[in-house]
């Protein structure tokens, strides 16, 4: 991950020291006075030009929403929803984002509207709270239990989500929509069949990169879980609601869900 900062002229020496102590960054983030905290990111101006793709693919005023930021990192997509009124939860389970990312709302004068915790998203399981908006990007196939957390997220969205995932190359849909009889195994390695590819070592050097699911994965699981895909609005990027819930599945995970977070 790159980390040497850019400085411009009008940027204090101590903001620079500190973009430096709190290196590596994975967010770039345009400070006041002109210094970026990863301006050598190999995915570019990153994560602004992934945001450019979905902001008018929400409200654009957010004032009154309460939104969840899952693995918000150095908080890029918490500052850009706080910009627009939002209240923002911002969880990540890593202490070292969660100290970029304070640091960084501190800067942007942004600390009022953003509440940081450093928790993992399956502990969302044991809270009551449900948020207007979640995002919940870039973290999917970091999870070695995605479905659980998924099903466990799905239950906090009142309004929207939008969901990102590393995934396999191609956008093809096998039709899934009837039962299939054990002799029709086959249909199952059909290239649009839901699937997730399992990763047992590394991908791109990470431990943490556990599971990449196909677009029909993405789609399949995310329904499954109760969530409606309204919109697509690049690759890999989904813009949910709730909805289309199937009774039998919807009751299935919580059932499963009392099962494993409910005190014995
Ligand atoms: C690839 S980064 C994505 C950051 C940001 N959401 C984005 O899309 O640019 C993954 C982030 O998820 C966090 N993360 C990984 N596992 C997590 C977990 N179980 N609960 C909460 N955050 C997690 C990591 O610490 C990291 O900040």
Redesign the pocket.
Known sequence: MPAKPFEPDGSSSSTARMVAELAPW??NIHLPGGLQTAPEHVLGDF?ANKWLRIRDHLPGDLRGWQALD????AG??SFALARLGAQVTA????AH?LRQARWAAGQLNLSPSIHFEQ????ALARTRRSFDLILF???FY??RYPLLALDIVARKVKRRMVF?TLSLPGMEIFDTGEDRGLAERSDLLHPGWPKMAFIEHKMAGDPTNWWVANHAGVTAMLRSSGMRVIENPAEEIYICEPGGKNDWTSDFIDKGLRELFDPV
């Open positions: 994975f967010h994560p899952i693995g918000c990192n890029f997509y969880i990540d389970n890593n984002y928790m993992s998203v399956y990007m870039g973290v970091h999870l990102q």
